[in-house]
Each structure stands twice: as C-alpha cells, then as structure tokens.
C-alpha cells in the first residue's frame, strides 16, 4: 500500500481543512493541483494520484473538503451550497499563496469544481473532471425531477429530509463503506437494478451483508474510510444534497460557460454518471477533451487509476508543463 501525506489543517476563509500535500514543483514552474473528492470519499481518494501527479512535475494538493475526514464540520446545511464550498476553495488559495491552480473533482468534487470555475474564473486556470460532467442548468428544480422519476426513495430525494441519512449511516460506518464501494456491474444488468439502486438508505437497512470480495478497494483503504466517517459523522456529505436546489437557483441568470482549458474523463460502466450524460458538455466547455475509459466503473480512481493518471498527465503535459 503506498503512503499518503500526513494532514495539515489549515485556515480556508471561515473553516479549516485539511490537506494532504506531494510538492513535485519546488521551484513553482507550473500551475498547482488541487483535487477535490466527491461523496462519499475523502482526501485520501486520490491516494493513487498524488504520487504520479507529483512526479509529473506538480505541486499536488488534495483536500478533505468540509464536512469530511478531518476537516471542519458544521451541521448547518447552508454552509454546503456551491456559493460556500468554492469560498472555501479560494480562501484555501489565499492561505497557501496561490493565485491561480487546476482544480480536479470526482463525483461531487467534479460538480463543485465545474461551480469554481464558473463562480471564479479568475483562480482557476484549468479543470479536470472526472464521471461528473458540466450539464445546462435544468428548467425546473432538479430535485423535483428526480422524485417524478423516481419517488421519494432515490437517495437525493431522501437525503432532504433532516437527520435522517446521516444518523441511519453512523449506526454502521464499516457496512456503509463496504456497501458503496463495489465494483461494477455489466450495462446488461443495469435495467435490472433501477431504480432500486438508487435507494441507498433502504440497501443500507435491508442489503445483505456486503462481502469484501466485492470491494473496489482493499480492506486497508476500506478502514481509513471507516475511520475517517467516525471521526467526521455523515452529516457534511449529505447536506451537499441538501443543497441541490439552492445551487439550482444562485445559477439562475449567471454565465455557465466554463472557458479554463478542461479534461473530463468518464467511465463506461458508471451506472450512476454514465458517459452519455456528457454529450452537449462542449457546447458549455469550449476548450474541452474527453475521454471514456472502458471496463471501469464510477470509482475510477481506484478501480483504473494507471489509465487515468496517463490521460491526466499527458493532458498536463500538452497545457501546462514548461
């Protein structure tokens, strides 16, 4: 198991974070990394890239964003909007000195990253989203068009209710993890799984026991989760979704064209943010690659990192190195 950085909680704005540092740019030739984990991970998501980031020549910052591992984490749901968490991205910028850096998400880090470089676009000087691409804002309340789809039982309809989510998860943090990180399942499957699949709470409560041969990743890894839900609570991660309608309406009449240089990587087997969903992702993204990884499901840090760490650094190397 390769090592990861030890934290260090630094102030961002009105929280603290912790980061987890690998400086491969001492001499600060090129733009700094920032990664962004998504729900429910953490910092240490990205212990598979930090390395061959740094070794690429980067200086390579990841995050435990607030609500997260051992960061800041504040019950009140308002402190989770897009408008909050990419303050805490600049005020994290200011702290550390950067004027500028390429900021890269996966799953919600790739929403909230997209979000920093619509709502500043003056700190980003290049996005790299991986399974989560840019799409228009939609006509109505999304959440209101996830529960016509699909009830009151998928887990972004669910999660809006208070307290309920995060208190049913911290009743078990090791089935929690075990439950959510698994590998993929064929496209042919997949009809078979909708919509329960989007149930979380209910395969919380009612699964079976999950097995670890089934894991993307290794019991190891699966503890550092375990452990860093234990210490943070679940609160942090589902008030992120307490927040979609918000973020919905703060868009409402702002530009959101993305024009920092872009990467976005998908996976084929990502039931959950399939490649298809980025087909008009140029039409917002005007300096945009994309790539598909096949045989790889939405864990891709994980599940193919070999591949994606060659994509991200080739795509580096061509837009930014010197």
């Not at 799409?135 to 307290?163: T, W």
């Not at 872009?262 to 039409?283: H, K, N, Q, R, Y």
Request: aromatic fraction near 10%; hydrophobic fraction near 40%; charged fraction near 25%.
């Amino acid at each position: 198991m390769s090592t990861f950085p030890t934290p260090h909680r630094i102030r961002a704005g009105d929280t603290t974070l912790a980061i987890y540092e690998n400086d491969g740019d001492p001499t600060r030739k090129n733009p700094p990394i920032i990664l962004i984990h998504g729900w429910p991970e953490i910092a240490y998501s990205w212990k598979n890239q930090l390395g061959p980031l740094a070794d690429a020549g980067f200086r390579v910052i990841a995050v435990d964003i607030k609500g997260f591992g051992y960061s800041d984490a504040p019950i009140d749901p308002t402190l989770y909007d897009a408008k909050t968490m990419t303050a805490d991205f600049c005020g994290l910028l200011d702290t550390l000195g950067i004027k500028k850096a390429i900021f890269c998400g996966h799953d919600w880090g790739g929403s909230l990253i997209w979000s920093m470089a619509q709502l500043h676009p003056e700190r980003v000087v290049g996005a790299i989203g991986l399974c989560t691409p840019l799409r228009r804002r939609a006509p109505v309340e999304p959440i209101s068009i996830l529960r016509k789809r699909f009830g009151n039982v998928h887990y972004f309809v669910h999660f809006q209710q208070p307290e309920i989510a995060e208190n049913l998860f911290a009743t078990d943090p090791e089935r929690f993890v075990k439950l959510m990180f698994r590998r993929p399942v064929p496209r042919e499957k997949w009809p078979s799984l909708v919509p329960e699949i989007f149930d979380v709470p209910g395969r919380f409560k009612n699964a079976p026991e999950p097995s670890d041969d089934g894991l993307i990743i290794s019991t190891q890894d699966a503890q550092v989760y375990v452990d860093a839900y234990r210490n943070s609570g679940f609160h942090g991660g589902v008030n992120l979704y307490r927040n979609v309608d918000q973020n919905w309406k703060y868009m409402a009449g702002r530009d959101e064209v993305v024009r920092a240089p872009s990467l976005w990587i998908g996976a084929d087997l990502d039931l959950f943010l399939p490649p298809e969903t980025a087909v008009d992702m140029d039409e917002l993204v005007p300096d945009l690659e994309k790539h598909i990884i096949p045989d790889c499901g939405h864990w891709m840090n994980w599940e193919k990192p070999n591949e994606i760490n060659k994509i991200m650094i080739d795509w580096l190397n061509r837009r930014f190195s010197t």
